[in-house]
């Protein structure tokens, strides 16, 4: 840690007392490391705050500056520690006792977008969506048709190049080999999964991680083995920019920072020129995911940035292929590596191609509950099937997330009370799998799902949207629109068929696996990682 606690009594706040549970305790060390690193040689004394459920942490921000706080907040403790981070520029700074006050807020919770939306706008939008969600999603799918016509007629500008060859650091840098994480925040999700294994590898190689989250969470993944080590850093804002750069050059001056790793940071990835004007020979490594044709998401972020980011690293050919072709990326830039073999290790990659069905015929749903993954579409799905099933069917979805209580509360008007089985994070997706005859992916957009590598290993046909580049896994004839109406009558015609045609539920499963065989062929981004952060080392 980049801080010492000077107060014995307070040590319970960053050790196991009973005071704080695992996830509070992180926060606070996650506070502590941000104002260690802003404040370097300075002695601080953090007043610990819990909000009531729905709130999210206060960590980082200019409210932690005042010295009071809103009437419904406890007050758990305090904390006195000192900065061990060293500048040239921070002689006399101990001298100094700063008083910040952090919110460390409610219990883990996740509520919808929606629900944020205000004016009679919002309320008329809140409305709409949640009394009739399938009938929203119409309306924006054709939204999305407009908008990626519209977006395909134009290039993404630039960010103009940092061309210095010498970095203006006045600050030496630490000994400690380290890498620079950025993170969207520490929840669920294919990008979180796949950056918690990159900071493993490492800690493996021998770098220790600094890991900056920049989005509004209660970050339950905090608690995590992977971050066991690292020195986490929950962004709250807004900071002032001097806290900014204060910060960035405690990280710079504290640790031998030898490489840059994005994972959908718009915090992080929005302060590289700074960065490459101080350190221009420290290397940048931008993971992508998923292209949002709403909005370009971080891809467009990603290719706005291409002057200050060395390699772009895409999960998919669908995303190669639209930096390189539709926005003019140099190939040499373009790092095609996938996830193929990210999730399935625990998984019976011998699993059967034809179950006994003496019992019903099992759906699954597998994903978040968000409007991405689109939970009410599989309901609406599971609906249809019900009443048109050539014979027993049985519905599982396992999953949690902000549209958590839409699902609960279509499932029972729905009429699925009896034929639906309700399945936590907390359970293995392997369990899943294991009592699924085919899984369903209703989702709106994609990059490449994970879930599709683990149902091939498990044996599993997966009927998908024809989003991002699931084709490239997926049988063809079970790639479905991602416009709700014609979504559900292909999906249940395809399950109809698999009910009835063991054979053809067979054909589309080799198919399935053909092309996982071939996918599984292209390089693996576990390997091309671990050989990466090896040439990141001293």
Not at 8 to 22: F, I, K, R, T
Not at 306 to 311: A, C, E, K, L, M
């Amino acid at each position: 840690m980049p801080f010492e606690v000077l107060d014995e009594s307070c040590v319970g706040l960053v050790e196991n007392d009973g005071l704080l549970d695992d996830r509070e305790r992180r926060l606070v060390v996650g506070a502590a490391n941000f104002h260690a690193l802003a404040g370097p040689g300075q002695t601080f004394r953090l007043t610990v705050l819990r909000g009531p459920r729905g709130t999210m942490p206060s960590l980082t921000d200019d409210q932690t500056r005042r010295i009071e706080w809103e009437d419904d907040r406890e007050v758990v403790g305090s904390l006195v520690f000192r900065s061990s981070v060293h500048t040239t520029a921070d002689a006399g700074s101990q001298d100094k006792l700063v008083d910040l006050a952090v919110d460390l807020g409610g219990e883990p919770e996740v509520a919808s977008a929606y629900h944020q939306l205000n004016g009679v706008l919002g309320k008329v939008r809140r409305s709409v969506r949640f009394f009739a969600p399938v009938q929203f999603d119409v309306l924006r799918q054709y939204r999305t048709d407009m908008t990626e016509r519209r977006y395909r007629r134009h290039d993404v500008p630039r960010k103009a190049p940092v061309r210095i060859s010498r970095g203006a650091s006045a600050n030496p840098h630490g000994d400690t080999p380290a890498i620079l994480f950025g993170l969207h925040w520490l929840e669920l999700g294919g990008a979180e999964r796949f950056a918690l294994e990159t900071i493993q590898l490492a800690k493996e190689a021998g770098f220790l991680p600094i890991v900056v989250v920049d989005r509004p969470s209660t970050h339950p993944w905090i608690t995590r083995p992977e971050l066991d080590g690292a020195v986490v850093v929950p962004l709250s804002h807004p900071i002032s920019p001097d806290q900014e750069s204060a910060f960035l050059n405690g990280v710079l001056s504290a640790y031998d920072v030898r490489g840059i790793h994005l994972h959908h940071s718009s915090w992080l990835v929005q302060r590289l020129p700074w960065i490459k004007s101080v350190r221009p020979e420290i290397p940048v490594i931008d993971s992508l995911h998923i292209l949002e044709w709403r909005t370009g998401g971080f891809v467009d972020i990603s290719v706005r940035m291409t002057n200050v980011i060395d390699v772009h690293h895409v999960i998919s050919p669908m995303l190669r292929d639209y930096l390189i072709g539709r926005q003019g990326l140099a190939p040499e830039r373009v790092k095609l590596a996938t996830l193929a073999n990210l999730t399935t290790g625990g998984i019976d990659q011998s699993g059967p191609v034809s179950k006994d069905h003496d019992g019903p015929f099992t759906v699954a749903f597998v994903g978040r509950f968000t409007q991405q993954k689109r939970p009410y579409l599989f309901l609406q799905l599971a609906a249809e099937l019900k009443s048109s099933a050539p014979g027993p069917v049985k519905f599982i979805v396992h999953g949690d997330g902000e549209l958590s209580s839409e699902v609960h509360g279509l499932i029972a008007r729905l009429g699925l009370s009896d034929v639906l089985e309700l399945r936590t994070p907390a359970r293995p997706v392997a369990d899943t799998l294991a009592d699924a005859d085919a899984l369903v992916i209703s989702s709106d957009n994609e990059g490449l799902t994970l879930t599709s590598f683990e149902a091939t290993a498990a044996g599993i046909p997966v009927v998908s949207t024809d989003v991002g580049s699931q084709a490239s896994l997926i049988a063809e004839d079970l790639l479905c629109s991602r416009h709700p109406y014609p979504f559900i009558k292909t999906a249940a015609q395809r399950i109809r068929t698999m009910m009835i045609s063991p054979a053809q539920r067979k054909t589309w499963l080799d198919e399935q696996a053909a092309k996982a065989e071939a996918f599984a062929k292209l390089p693996d981004a576990r390997t091309w990682i671990r050989d990466t952060y090896q040439g990141w080392l001293p």
